[in-house]
């Protein structure tokens, strides 16, 4: 288990993002999770959903945990219908396997006509596309 911000450990940004400490655009929170836009998405709307409590992996989660957090992976994917029908759920578990932060996190990435692949350069959010998409994404 990771013990990020702990014993000279790098700060993790998504418990900073829980604790709402770093700025961020939630689409979804509760008790134990947290969903938030990604600020490099792959394609509109790519949305992340993480539990609040920090974890590097999947196989670090305690067991009573799965079911908060499925529910909110569930919840997010009706939410990215809004957007598109078709979308990608993935998790990127070590350095070799493309995972950047080592906070366990679901990626949600719509998909959309003609985007057969992803960029291979990842890109801001624009200001206006984050609070256009957020606002799609937030309310129940």
């Known amino acids: 288990m990771g013990a990020a911000g702990k014993g000279g450990a790098a700060p993790c940004i998504f418990c900073s993002i829980?604790?709402?400490?770093?700025?961020?655009?939630?689409?979804?929170?509760?008790?134990?999770t947290i969903a938030f836009l990604d600020i490099a998405p792959l394609s509109r709307g790519h949305t992340l959903v993480v539990p609040k409590a920090h974890v590097d992996r999947l196989t670090d989660l305690p067991p009573d945990q799965y079911a908060p957090l499925?529910?909110?992976?569930?919840?997010v994917c009706r939410r990215v219908e809004r957007l598109s029908t078709h979308y990608n759920v993935g998790l990127n578990q070590g350095a070799l396997a493309g995972?950047?932060?080592?906070?366990?996190?679901?990626?949600?990435?719509?998909?959309?006509?003609?985007?057969?692949?992803?960029?291979?350069?990842?890109k801001e959010i624009t200001e206006e596309d984050g609070r256009s998409v957020h606002g799609l994404l937030r309310a129940d």
């Open 18 to 32: 829980a604790r709402h400490e770093a700025p961020s655009r939630i689409v979804y929170e509760d008790e134990n």
């Open 70 to 75: 499925l529910s909110t992976l569930a919840r």
């Open 99 to 122: 995972q950047i932060v080592f906070h366990l996190h679901f990626h949600v990435i719509p998909r959309y006509e003609g985007q057969r692949t992803f960029p291979r350069v990842r």
